[in-house]
Nanobody
């Protein structure tokens, strides 16, 4: 059974920084998969914030580009999201997710494993 557990959320003032971590436990069948951070603000749909593909290439939503950095540890078992210059509109529940395959990483339906979510609140 594969589990994803997020940590590092919390409350911060606008302009501040947070780093989220997502630890993968269990025995995933493959480490060459898509790994991503999604977020969902109250009353809004879940959106893809950042991802890394099997080659560790990152990709970002336009709304976070230049402020967020997504990366993995060498074993591909921990996913991080460094968030700088946070804005009130970044306030959301953040979820890490991991796919079973290595393609179509931007598609939400490719993600099979999900964490329970962690709250990030940015005050103005």
């Amino acid at each position: 059974q594969v589990e994803l557990v997020e940590s590092g959320g919390g409350s911060v003032q606008a302009g501040g920084s947070l780093t989220l971590s997502c630890a993968v436990s269990g025995n995933p069948s493959s480490r060459d998969v898509c790994s991503a951070w999604f977020r969902q603000a109250p009353g809004k749909e879940r959106e893809l914030a950042a991802l890394v593909d099997m080659s560790r290439h990152p990709d970002y939503a336009d709304s976070v580009k230049g402020r967020f950095t997504v990366y993995q540890d060498s074993a591909k078992m921990t996913l991080y999201l460094q968030m700088n210059n946070l804005k009130p509109e970044d306030t959301a529940m953040y979820y890490c997710a991991r796919s079973l395959g290595a393609d179509a990483c931007k598609r939400t339906d490719r993600y099979f494993y999900w964490g329970q979510g962690i709250q990030v609140t940015v005050s103005s």
